[in-house]
């Protein structure tokens, strides 16, 4: 029990234009999701947090208009980077809130701008 | 000073080695504690998670909270070169909002 499953896992895109992951629970339902991105051997760096039927909390330094989040199911959300730059490139994580605090993750997805 | 402390590595042990990983915190608050196994371009997977102090086993895995000495530790015993990956630990206060405050992660190499 607890997957959670993310698309795409790999995604090549040209400056400018917008990509969308999905992050989907599979198994249980998520109030809560949060989405995370990673930098080579760094750790974890959450971006925001994602609750269902409302908007998305965003972390400090993370630009909302930029990193468009809708979770509009219990089981689903996504992310939408739009007018990606080649510095956006990264490793994008979300995870899901299985029951009260534990937190399941994704495999992720690696996003490249070109 | 960063929340939550975890030495990088690597740490490196023999195959059927006892592996000990560590973190300490500085927020009394914390009362949730997760360890999290990462392979290399993967998504985190959680091993374990306990609530306060205390000690919770599974299988090969042994998770230890001592709130006393803001001290968490995770034991894997016969080590295997499946282990390999790199652990996190993380922890929240209480609260349905809370959010994970992460370690920087434990790079493990279990050789053969």
């Known amino acids: 029990g607890a997957v959670v499953s993310q698309h795409p896992s790999r995604v090549i895109c040209k400056s400018g234009t917008s990509v969308k992951i999905e992050c989907r629970s599979l198994d249980f339902q998520a109030t809560t999701m949060f989405w995370y991105r990673q930098f080579p051997k760094q750790s974890l760096m959450l971006m925001a947090t994602s609750n269902e039927g409302s908007k998305a909390t965003y972390e400090q330094g993370v630009e909302k208009d930029k990193f468009l989040i809708n979770h509009a199911s219990l089981t689903l959300s996504t992310l939408t980077v739009t007018s990606a730059h080649p510095e956006d490139s990264s490793f994008y994580i979300c995870s899901a809130r299985g029951g009260a605090y534990e937190q399941y993750f994704g495999p992720g997805t690696r996003l490249t701008v070109t | 000073q960063k929340e939550v402390e975890q030495d990088p590595g690597p740490l490196s042990v023999p195959e059927g080695a006892i592996v000990s990983l560590n973190c300490t915190y500085s927020?009394?608050?914390?009362?949730?504690f997760m360890w999290y196994r990462q392979y290399s371009r993967k998504g985190p997977e959680l091993l374990m998670y306990?609530?306060?102090?205390g000690n919770k086993e599974d299988g090969r895995f042994t998770a230890q909270v001592d709130k006393s000495s803001k001290y968490i530790s995770l034991f894997i015993r016969d080590s295997q070169p499946s282990d390999s990956a790199t652990y996190l630990c993380a922890m929240s206060p209480p609260g349905t909002a809370s959010k994970l405050t992460f370690g920087t992660g434990t790079r493990l190499q279990v050789t053969l």
């Open positions: 306990t609530y306060s102090s």
């Open positions: 927020n009394s608050a914390f009362q949730y």
